[in-house]
């Protein structure tokens, strides 16, 4: 067996290591550790914890992603929606800014952690499969909507409280008059300057005579200089003490060693939320790692990603961190600066490391409501009513699963949200799938080939009746084509034969079996004799060690045409 | 509009009934009453209940099931499994023999009845449909051992506590020198000749010179002559003086008026045990009613069954009764014995009523261990051992949800069991369609036909790969696709097309057509283009409501060959 891409990713990139891919992945650590500077400090806010706590978590989950994940691009730290998830999960057990708090975030990273793992090593990564499309749409989209609810609050400088949108809007609404002019001042001054940053920035610096690899990069590193402006504005003025909110002392140093909580209490009061930030933050994961391999013909691996990101969690539960997954922006961002292989994400945790142990003092001015700007900045963007309108053009039950998952997520909160959606999405399918259409069918004159009687001028036999399934038999619709049989046999008294097109059956379960024999038995009772027709490879096989076949009143005939023309020549006239 | 079987099934028959149908509805009507005498008593100590109770609910159900139901020879009245359902349900919240015990089966009768008929009015008997074959014959089975059990304690003469089969059998166990031997001896008696009757009685009366038909009605009456034998012995004997327990004063006259309980905490209780003892009754006599009803050419109509049975419990809860639903063994006696119309079920409500007003006093010397032996012998054809060596050799994962359903019915309850079983059936179906089967097909030399490329001499080209997925697409397998799609692409350098077989895709849901236009974008930016074949006409007029197909990289071929031929001709040589 050789060392390929199924045994370490680790060696086989150090392997064909060089100069020009280190060079490609410094310049690409550089952008992506400016960008998450103002971030990790921003979503630790948004997940109620200090600010170096987004700072633990960008350092060791990031080196333990390199080692072990499967994408080469792929940037982990701290992310949106697993913040706001977090803070919901913890708001309820501990007050916000206490020790009991970060404990519990440090035990919610921890477990996430174990529960990836487990599910790598079990190779359960399909179970993310039942988180739909449209669910997963809703749900980012109301999250995206509580998260700006949640910091509009800062930026106005109102103290809210609530997890939930309709709470939030209506104190929002009832506070207004106490709205604090010179932080919304400086809110909104940074949500237009970052708005404008991300489309007018690069253009303007290169009007301005710079090379368009460097106004990218500079442009990137708009959020940074926006907040170093903002901040330095604060030290000048001391708007602090005009009520101000400001980040304040950051503790300098590495990041702490810290286990998590032994409370068993708490572990089973964590427990299911630590299973949704696991798996949600694994499907934005996966599915940012698989368009960006895609890229470059390269692909990922997701029961290693499993593990991957369950090392980060775990790495970032001893590292006084939070839950973590792959982020989208700063993957694209560490993808488009020429990342070459995961070594880009060790200098990026070197980098935010430098910043933990050297720059936190120059943080103390940076106004709470400029982070919070670029949180509203950065969700902003994944609101999502694309989905909501192609949805409802393309499917109903698809249409109505987004919407009532954006909201529950709204009204009742993120794990009601996700999970009602998902119970929605599978109850709909499981209704779609359990009324199968059955259509009649025909032979269209001078052809083989059988067509609905209700839609096609076909050839028909009051001896001979042609059904169709669109769909595998199981048990949920075993019954209907049970029903179905009934009716044609209660209305045609001359009815011989019964042939049944299994063209489009892929599958038999074995309820769908038990209707099967009980269909047979109850024509041969009636004097019909039951036929099969077309039935696929698979299918057959497993009928085949049965009793089935060998009992059936009628035939097994490879197609359709067969069928007929044995049992009723007249139709081929 | 006629008055055709969508109205009033009453109607239809009522209009051709004559001096025959009466005279075979009378036969049918005096051998089912005599069956369903000792029945409807044991179901009532069944269920915890007194005896009249089982007789109350053999007489207004009946007559309500003649004017609502669909089916012609369907007996209702109590059944084994809904009575022991009963006695679940009931036995936490109230004490045998109680009057408050009592109030809630009523309660269950009157809320089980307006579920049904709720389901009925709404179309909803789809419902019934996520009860599968294995679920339903592994919860009967262990249904039919507990209540087994359950009986041979009475037979025994010991008072061992417990629902739970393992607690009913280490009670047994521990009481065995306790066992009453005269109660035994009756009870074991009575075992051996009902089991003898089944069979022998027949043959044996017709060896004795009289006819067939007489020789069976006479057989089907063992049952009622063997409890009147025993009950003539303890009267004689007055074994009650030596412990044997009898059924005792039994009122005489009409059923009482009765009305269910207006405790809301009551209904709160009762509403999940109420559902499934009304799914249950449902499934139970919807296929009792099919497999008669097909075999006169007739049909019954699910939603319509569901109002009849609604107003049968409904019936049973203002008269006294307790759950009901359609009996097998009862259905096919009446069946057999010649019944023609719903009439035969008014005649046995008319001659149970009979003997609920004057023949009461003659059940006073009946001992119970006689009635216990009707339900084991009764249940014991409940026992479905067929279905287990049936599911192992067809599908491992229809017989774990058995084997599933059975040990947690018996080591847990029915309830669990029941809907432990359901989720498990859910689950697994999940499962299996989340991982369909993708072939990568090649062309099979000199034919149009494209085959598996792993069990087939094919041929394939270095710049088209073609796959087939056996499935329809939809949110829970549509990332597997993305996955072989990567590989696929990953480990092909020289890949300029792919195609996807879509002839057994009968749906494709929202999640998968992201999924697909996420294949298609990546495929694009690695240089590939993504073809589409044999797509199916629903599928398609639905694709053809999205912009997907018009952005789509490739083309839409109508058959696989036409694809190959355009993309790849060398394939074709």
Known sequence: MGLGPTRSPMIEWARGYDRTTLSSDLTAAIIVTVMLIPQSLAYAALAGLPPQVGLYASIAPLLLYAVFGSSRVLAVGPVAVVSLMTATAIGDLARTGTEAYWTMAITLAFMSGLMLLLMGV??????????????????????????????????????????????????????????????????VATIIILIWARRGAKPL????????????????????????????????????????????????????????SLDWSIWQQLALPALLISVVGFV????????????????????????????SNLGAGVTGGFPVTGGFARSVVNFDAGAQ?????????????????????????????????????????????????????????????????????????????????????????????????IAEVGLVPGTEYFRNVLRHQVHTSPYLTS???DESLYFANARILEDKVNAV??????????????????????????????????????????????????????????????HLSGEVYLTHYQAVAALAPDILD
Chains 1, 2 share one sequence.
């Open 122 to 187: 079990l190779r359960l990564g399909f179970l993310a499969n039942f988180l739909s499309h449209p669910v997963i749409s809703g749900f980012i989209t109301a999250s995206a909507l509580l998260i700006a609810a949640g910091q509009l609050k800062v930026i106005l400088g109102l103290t809210v409280e609530g997890h939930h949108f309709i709470e939030l809007a209506i104190g929002l609404l009832q506070q207004a008059s106490q709205v604090h002019p010179l932080s919304a001042a400086i809110g």
């Open 205 to 260: 610096l290169q009007r301005l005579g710079l090379g368009p690899k460097l106004s990218d990069a500079l442009a990137k590193a708009a959020p940074v200089a926006s907040i170093a402006v903002m901040a330095f504005f604060t030290w000048v003025n001391q708007w602090q003490d005009q009520g101000v909110r400001i980040v304040g002392a950051v503790p300098q140093g590495l990041p702490p060693f810290t286990l998590p």
């Open 284 to 311: 934005e994961s996966v599915s940012v790692g698989q368009t960006l391999a895609a890229k470059r013909r390269q692909r990922i691996m997701p029961n290693r990603e499993l593990v991957a990101l369950g090392a």
């Open 341 to 437: 292989t995961p070594a880009a994400g060790v200098f990026t945790a070197m980098g935010i490391l430098l910043v933990t142990l050297l720059l936190t003092p120059a943080l103390f001015y940076v106004p709470q409501a400029v982070l919070s700007a670029t949180i509203v900045v950065a969700v902003l963007s994944l609101v999502d009513l694309r989905t909501l309108r192609s949805t409802w053009a393309y499917s109903r039950a698809d249409f109505s699963a987004v919407v009532f998952t954006i909201f529950t997520t709204l009204a009742v909160g993120v794990e009601v949200g996700l999970m009602g959606g998902v119970l929605l999405s599978l109850l709909l399918h499981l209704y779609k799938t359990s009324r199968p259409h």
């Open 467 to 469: 059904l169709r399934v």
């Open 489 to 550: 046999v209660a209305e045609r008294p001359l009815l011989k034969h019964l042939v049944l097109q299994c063209s489009a059956i892929n599958n038999i379960d074995a309820s769908a079996l038990e209707s099967l024999e009980a269909i047979d038995q109850r024509l041969r009772e009636a004097g019909i004799k039951f036929h099969l027709c077309e039935i696929k490879g698979p299918v057959m096989d497993r009928l085949q060690r049965t009793g089935f076949l060998s």
